[in-house]
């Protein structure tokens, strides 16, 4: 008894002198040293699958904040590397969407991330080339009869703000009604009303599939993109939109399933109802959580007095023992689909999405702390 009252006090002391530390000075800083480790250890001349692709959402996130050209320039690399697409195939006719990382895979959502970053480049300076290929490829999506082209968690992430950023450049309907449409079907195959949280895919819905100790299990990564993605796409659904109140539910629903899972330590474990699954801190999930709490809190959506301190250990955890001195972003659990038992995620790992997370996450905590 005596030794959890100690180790409670030293919990609330740590907390309280990081909060003393905490402003948007410290966190900018931090947001740099990030951003600047990255870039100078990763040439932008990657390809624009998902992974690359999410760091990139970050990086403009940031650029918005610090107008620093050289963050935009780098993603404008990328952009001109990749000749403003995602999978290159022109045959429409080979055109698909399970998994697949060649260039016939144009219908599948990994390879459309990179339009975020493409529309929003295009937005600081209009150059009809830059979105040609979104629209090309969006349109003829949206021409098909199929809504099951969202099957895996993280596509909700990778497409979902697409449809909202295309739909708020072109004035098109359709763009909301089919992301709306998709949607439904993603739901019906992985969405836990119960628990309000998102299995990874149908190959992981309980009781088909159990923890190693026999529950649910939540993949925190797969969470962290539908969290972070349903932000995405209210920053740019109209308020009055018919399906604008789902979409708050929805993010507000899974907001409060989140915010139980989170350890003391303000990481959340990768399988996130069943921490001794796989024990220890994550870094991408947890960044992608602490991102869509703290942009919540910026515009509204969720209760500041509930939030601001899971955000806030959230955002500790990801600036003191996640983020390294020489810039590294570790603790990110490498690309994968679910918690594994046993594999190793500590201070060395590290990955373009999650450094993308950080960004994010951090990018909200300067314009709170801006507030």
């Given at each position: 008894m005596r030794i959890n009252l100690i180790l409670c006090f030293l919990l609330c002391y740590s907390f309280a002198s990081f909060s003393q530390r905490l402003n948007k000075e410290d966190v900018m800083s931090k947001l740099n040293l990030a951003n600047v480790y990255w870039q100078e250890n990763n040439k932008p001349t990657l390809w624009s699958f998902w992974d690359v692709a999410a760091y990139h959402t970050g990086n403009m996130e940031l650029y918005k904040l610090t107008r620093n050209e050289a963050y935009r320039n780098y993603s404008e690399a990328w952009a001109v590397h990749n000749e403003w697409k995602g999978a290159k195939s022109d045959n429409k006719a080979e055109w698909k969407y399970s998994y697949g990382e060649k260039d016939d895979y144009v219908l599948f959502g990994d390879w459309q991330t990179c339009f975020q970053t493409y529309i929003d480049l295009y937005n600081l300076d209009p150059k009809p080339y830059k979105i040609a290929r979104a629209i090309e490829v969006m349109e003829y999506q949206m021409s098909t009869p199929n809504?099951?082209?969202?099957?895996?968690?993280?596509?909700?992430?990778?497409?979902?703000?697409?449809?909202?950023?295309?739909?708020?450049?072109?004035?098109?309907?359709?763009?909301?009604?089919?992301?709306?449409?998709?949607?439904?079907?993603?739901?019906?195959?992985?969405?836990?009303?119960?628990?309000?949280?998102?299995?990874?895919?149908?190959?992981?819905?309980?009781?088909?599939?159990?923890?190693?100790?026999?529950?649910?299990?939540?993949?925190?990564?797969?969470?962290?993109?539908?969290?972070?993605?349903?932000?995405?796409?209210?920053?740019?659904?109209?308020?009055?939109?018919?399906?604008?109140?789902?979409?708050?539910?929805?993010?507000?629903?899974m907001a409060e399933a989140i915010a139980k899972c989170q350890q003391k330590e303000g990481y959340?474990?990768?399988?996130?109802?069943?921490?001794?699954?796989?024990?220890?801190?994550?870094?991408?999930?947890?960044?992608?959580?602490?991102?869509?709490?703290?942009?919540?809190?910026?515009?509204?959506?969720?209760?500041?007095?509930?939030?601001?301190?899971?955000?806030?250990?959230?955002?500790?955890?990801?600036?003191?023992?996640?983020?390294?001195?020489?810039?590294?972003?570790?603790?990110?659990?490498?690309?994968?689909?679910?918690?594994?038992?046993?594999?190793?995620?500590?201070?060395?790992?590290?990955?373009?999405?999650?450094?993308?997370?950080?960004?994010?996450?951090?990018?909200?905590?300067?314009?709170?702390?801006?507030?």
């Open positions: 809504n099951d082209y969202w099957w895996w968690a993280d596509g909700l992430y990778m497409v979902m703000p697409v449809m909202t950023k295309m739909y708020k450049l072109t004035g098109d309907e359709l763009y909301l009604d089919k992301m709306y449409s998709y949607l439904q079907y993603a739901d019906s195959i992985m969405y836990d009303k119960k628990e309000a949280l998102y299995y990874r895919d149908a190959k992981y819905v309980y009781p088909k599939h159990k923890s190693e100790n026999g529950k649910k299990d939540f993949w925190a990564r797969g969470d962290g993109w539908v969290f972070a993605g349903l932000a995405k796409v209210l920053q740019d659904l109209p308020k009055d939109h018919q399906h604008y109140d789902f979409y708050v539910q929805r993010y507000q629903d959340w474990t990768r399988s996130m109802l069943d921490p001794n699954h796989a024990p220890g801190p994550e870094a991408s999930g947890t960044a992608f959580f602490t991102y869509g709490f703290l942009w919540g809190i910026n515009n509204g959506l969720l209760a500041e007095k509930k939030y601001i301190p899971i955000a806030k250990s959230g955002w500790r955890f990801l600036s003191e023992t996640a983020l390294q001195e020489d810039g590294r972003v570790g603790y990110i659990q490498p690309i994968g689909e679910k918690a594994i038992p046993g594999q190793v995620v500590d201070a060395q790992s590290t990955a373009s999405f999650g450094v993308g997370a950080f960004l994010l996450a951090g990018s909200e905590m300067y314009r709170y702390l801006n507030q």
